[in-house]
T-cell receptor, first 114, second 116 residues
């Protein structure tokens, strides 16, 4: 069974603060793939990043960074110097090696106030 | 432009009626998916299809049906057997791949279904 847990339902920060969104996953697969998506108010999910389980190197893309820790089954997402445009619901997702179905967490609603 | 088109954006259904949500993609993707989104519950998988004329149930398939007669199209029917159909429905597509090709899914803009 595969499961993704995003324990933070809602987070509110003031612009320019750093914020970390947590994601913990469960899977029996030895090879798997993790994803982060952003859902702005328009509703469409926007792909942010994919991480393969055999690659634990952390990644930075502009103000976004991701910390993958296989030992704790976590794939956390940090936004540095948050902006109002970062306000959205963020989803973490998991896909197993032999599966083409993607399982999502419940999402974290991030509100960045000016 | 390539992408996924869901229609309509808003849909109202009377109790006891079946209703069909449209999903079309021109990305030449083999795999297509339907998810349901409820507040606080994230996205739950209803059905997915990896190839034409084949599809598999997801976690919450009861009360729903799908067809995949064409690669580009994956319509979802919400039947009267679905007890609580009011939700936001998202369609997605991806290439079919394994290993390092494990693909991300691309999403449509969703259909908000309300039972009146």
């Amino acid at each position: 069974a595969q499961k993704v847990t995003q324990a933070q339902t809602e987070i509110s920060v003031v612009e320019k603060e750093d914020v970390t969104l947590d994601c913990v996953y469960e899977t029996r697969d030895t090879t798997y793939y993790l994803f982060w998506y952003k859902q702005p108010p328009s509703g469409e999910l926007v792909f942010l990043i994919r991480r393969n389980s055999f690659d634990e190197q952390n990644e930075i893309s502009g103000r976004y960074s991701w910390n993958f820790q296989k030992s704790t089954s976590s794939f956390n997402f940090t936004i540095t110097a948050s902006q109002v445009v970062d306000s959205a619901v963020y989803f973490c997702a998991l896909r197993g090696y032999n599966n083409n179905d993607m399982r999502f967490g419940a999402g974290t609603r991030l509100t960045v106030k000016p | 432009d390539g992408g996924i088109t869901q229609s309509p954006k808003y849909l109202f259904r009377k109790e006891g009626q079946n209703v069909t949500l449209s999903c079309e993609q021109n990305l030449n993707h083999d795999a297509m998916y339907w998810y349901r989104q409820d507040p606080g519950q994230g996205l739950r998988l209803i059905y997915y299809s990896q190839i034409v004329n084949d599809f598999q149930k997801g976690d919450i398939a009861e009360g729903y049906s799908v067809s995949r007669e064409k690669k580009e199209s994956f319509p979802l029917t919400v039947t009267s057997a679905q007890k609580n159909p009011t939700a936001f429905y998202l369609c997605a597509s991806s290439i079919v791949g394994r290993g390092v090709l494990s693909p991300e899914a691309f999403f449509g803009q969703g259909t908000r279904l309300t039972v009146v």
